[in-house]
């Protein structure tokens, strides 16, 4: 997975050369990632589409954009070549509505059981049962995001003896305000659902 460069705001052009440069320097299958929000560029569905037909192991994106139409667009303009996955938790479903093929998840670190459940019965067209299961994960979603990724989903882990909270800097472990909300959320799924954080 090769994330759009930081900092230096490249043109379009400058990302469809760079993305072609990595693509063509491995023999694996490339998936890009394209977060606006931590890069601030936005890799445009042209470009993509471009930089598939120059490398063709670019077979994938990761989509963080926050934008369904988006997904939808690459979904239709590839004739299924390229595979699009939601790079958000709380967005799963409707992307999934339009051809989206699954996540790359932050909550499914902690809970990989219920995120792998819930986009498997969209992905199978079970939609009442997918909403509802979608619905209920919403919040844990959502108290991920308190603070930086990946502090909340580090702490979380930790309190249930799953390694531990510290971070790479410049990040620093979250707020002890934030840690009691992250957990009080969890918690109050998981009582909820009745299951083991880990449950298949």
């Known amino acids: 997975m090769v994330v759009v460069p930081y900092y230096n705001k490249p043109t379009q052009e400058g990302l469809f050369q760079h993305f072609v440069a990595v693509a063509k ?6 998936v ?8 601030a560029i936005d890799l445009s569905a042209d470009t993509l589409l471009r930089i598939m037909e120059a490398a063709p192991n670019v077979t994938a994106t990761k989509e963080a954009t926050n934008n369904v139409l988006r997904a939808q667009e690459l979904v239709r303009r590839s004739d299924g070549k390229l595979t699009v ?3 958000d938790d709380a967005l799963t479903l409707p992307m999934v509505a339009v ?3 699954g996540v790359i998840s932050v909550t499914s670190n902690l809970l990989p ?7 498997k019965l969209a992905l199978e067209g079970k939609w009442e049962e997918a909403r509802a299961a979608h619905f209920a994960l919403l919040p844990v979603h959502e108290i991920m ?3 930086a990724n990946p502090g909340p989903v580090k702490a979380a882990l930790a309190a249930q003896g799953l390694g531990s909270e510290n971070v790479r800097g410049p990040l620093a472990k979250i707020a002890q305000a934030s840690r009691a909300k992250v957990l ?7 009582e909820k659902a009745g299951a083991d954080p880990r449950v298949s």
Request: with cysteine; glycine share 10%.
């Open 25 to 30: 320097a491995v023999s694996c299958d490339v």
């Open 85 to 87: 996955l939601s790079g």
């Open 32 to 39: 890009l990632y394209n977060v606006p929000g931590r890069t």
């Open 184 to 190: 009080e959320v969890v918690k109050a799924y998981l």
């Open 99 to 101: 051809g989206a093929k």
């Open 145 to 147: 995001f308190v603070e």
């Open 113 to 119: 059981g219920h995120v792998s459940r819930a986009t």
